[in-house]
C-alpha cells in the first residue's frame, strides 16, 4: 500500500520508487498534474532496458475502443523494447477493469492524470492500495510557484529580488503549466541582461487585453457604470465578446466576495488576500480593498447570480448581449 503525502510527492519525484510500475497524480491544478506526469513517464522510459515509447491516450481513445488501454499495456511496441503508457482520466476510464490490468503490468508502465480525487474514489482507493502503484496528490502553493521562478530564471541566468518575484507571483495564474510558460517567456524577454525588473514584467507578463479587462470589473465593482460600458466597448472592439467580459467580471466578484467572507469569518485582510489566486495587482490592491468594504459580503452573495444570469444571456442570445450587459452595470452601480 503506496499512499503518500502532498509534502513527500517532490522526493517521489527526485528519487522514484523502481518497483512501481503504475503512478496515479491528481489534484486541482492540471498543469502541475501533467508537468508531474510527464516526469514519472519519462522516469519509467529511462529506467526501461532498451528504448521505451510513450503512448498518450484520453477519452476519446477509450470512446472509440473500450479496450484500447488493456491492448496499449498488453502488446509489445513495434519500435521500441518496453511502453509507458500515459492516459488523462475520464468518463471511460473502466477502473475495475484497470483493477486487473495493475497485477500484470509486466514489462509496461501506467501513469494516470487525474482531477481532484475524494478521498473514497474508486481510482485512488485503488491506487492507495495496490502494491505495484502509487497515489501522488499534487497540489500546488506559493512554495512550488516560487521554485518554478528560481529555477526558470536560474536556467536562463539571470536574477530576480524578492520585492520584483512577489510581483510576478500576483501576475501569475493558478495553473503551474501556464505560468512556467510565462516565466520563459519572461526569461526570453530579458536575455541578455543580468536580473528581472518590475519593467519586464510589466512588459511581457499579462498583456493589454488583461489590463482592458481590470479597467472593465474594476469600473463595474466601483459603481462607475458609464466607465464600465466604455470600456466594455473598448473590449469588443478589440475582439474581446461580451460573454467573456462578464464572465470575467464575475471572477472579480467572486474574489472580493472570498476576502468579505473571510473577513466576516474572523480571518485577517491580508490572509484573505494572499490566499488569492490569481492575486490582484498590487497597484490595484488598494482599490480592490476599497470596492470590497463598499460591498460587504451580503451585497456581493447577492451580486453574484446577478453576473451569472447575465452572462449566461449573452451567451445564449449574443444579439442582445449589449442590452443584458448595460442593464447588469447599472443594477450593479444602484446596489452598491
Known sequence: MVAYKASAVAGFLKSPDLNLRAVLLYGPDAGLVAERAKIIAEGFARQASGDAEIIRLDDRDLTEDSARLEVELQTIPMFAESKVVRVTAGARLDVPALKSLLANLSDSALVIEAGNLRPDSALRKLFESSKA?????????????????DAELAEAGLSIDSESRNYLMTRLGADQALSRSEVVKLALYARGGTSITYDDIEAVVGDAGEIALENFVYAASGGDSGQALRELQRLAASGTDCAAALAALGRHFTQLHRVASAQAGGSSVE??????????????????????????????????????????????????????????????ASRI
Request: include cysteine; charge should be positive.
Open 271 to 332: 490572509q484573505a488576500m494572499k490566499s488569492l489566486r490569481p492575486r490582484p495587482h498590487f497597484k490595484r490592491e488598494p482599490q480592490f480593498l476599497i470596492h470590497y468594504r463598499k460591498w460587504g459580503a451580503g451585497r456581493l452573495a447577492q451580486a453574484l447570480p446577478l453576473i451569472q444570469e447575465a452572462t449566461r444571456r449573452s451567451r445564449r442570445t449574443p444579439d442582445l448581449e449589449a442590452i443584458f450587459a448595460e442593464r447588469l452595470l447599472l443594477t450593479l
Open 133 to 149: 502503484a502509487a497515489a501522488l496528490p499534487c497540489y500546488s502553493d506559493d512554495r512550488t510557484l516560487i521554485g518554478v521562478i
